[in-house]
């Protein structure tokens, strides 16, 4: 069995993001889905198990905001965040969140010899500045499994724009001010001559993560 693992699409399922799920038998999705389109669409390739995001809003009131199932063998559960999985994270084989759109994979050891995998695939939505675009890849065998983490490439468009630190720091600090004034993004662009793409992710980082510090959105940011 092989299972497809993805979150934080965030609207944005790529043709590449498709392409590598082919052949998957489940499909299990870490949240920020955004729309069910997203969901429809990864539907028609298998079977899907998605829980709800911090950005997931009416239409995903269907979603459940943690799951805890058994698949190909495996005792799985889900979460969007990692501090919503259960504290006993020794019962499972896979334990999948997101959120941080940062691709993360560590192993738990349990007395006893039972281990296991605590994965975060990333994000494959929309690019965060040097963040690679990933998700990852899951193959149970007669005993155990393997994940193999899939890294696409960005386009053109989302590529990073030129800033040193100190710049970059005065103007997410910028941003988020005229932000809090209720400045629209194309507003704080234009005002104040700045990328567009980098006003938009700051200003969305800002907003889905409330209390977030300067420090806390480059981190975010991959930076």
């Known amino acids: ?116 995998l605590v994965l975060n695939p990333g994000s494959c939505g929309p690019r965060r500045f040097l963040q690679p675009i990933t998700l990852a890849r899951l193959t149970v065998q007669p005993v155990g499994f393997t994940v193999e983490r899939i890294d696409l490439p960005h386009s053109a468009a989302e590529a990073v724009p030129h800033t040193a630190g100190a710049d970059l720091r005065q103007q997410i600090e910028l941003v988020v001010r005229e932000t809090q004034r209720g400045q629209s993004v194309d507003a704080i662009a234009r005002r104040h001559g700045l990328d567009r793409a980098l006003v938009e992710q700051i200003a969305r980082l800002y907003v889905t993560h409330p209390g977030v510090t300067t420090d806390g959105i480059m981190t975010k940011m991959g930076l």
């Open 1 to 116: 069995m092989i299972l497809g693992i993805l979150s934080d699409t965030h609207d944005l399922l790529r043709p590449e993001v498709l392409s590598a799920l082919r052949g998957c038998d489940a499909i299990l999705h870490g949240g920020d889905v955004s729309h069910r389109p997203v969901l429809d669409q990864l539907e028609a390739l298998a079977p899907v198990k998605a829980v709800r995001g911090n950005n997931d809003r009416d239409w995903a009131e269907e979603l459940p905001l943690t799951l805890d199932f058994e698949l190909g063998g495996l005792r799985i559960c889900m979460a969007h965040k990692k501090k919503d999985l259960p504290a006993r994270l020794s019962d499972y084989d896979l334990a999948v969140c997101g959120h941080t759109h940062q691709y993360a994979a560590n192993w738990i050891e349990a007395p006893g010899g039972r281990r296991t």
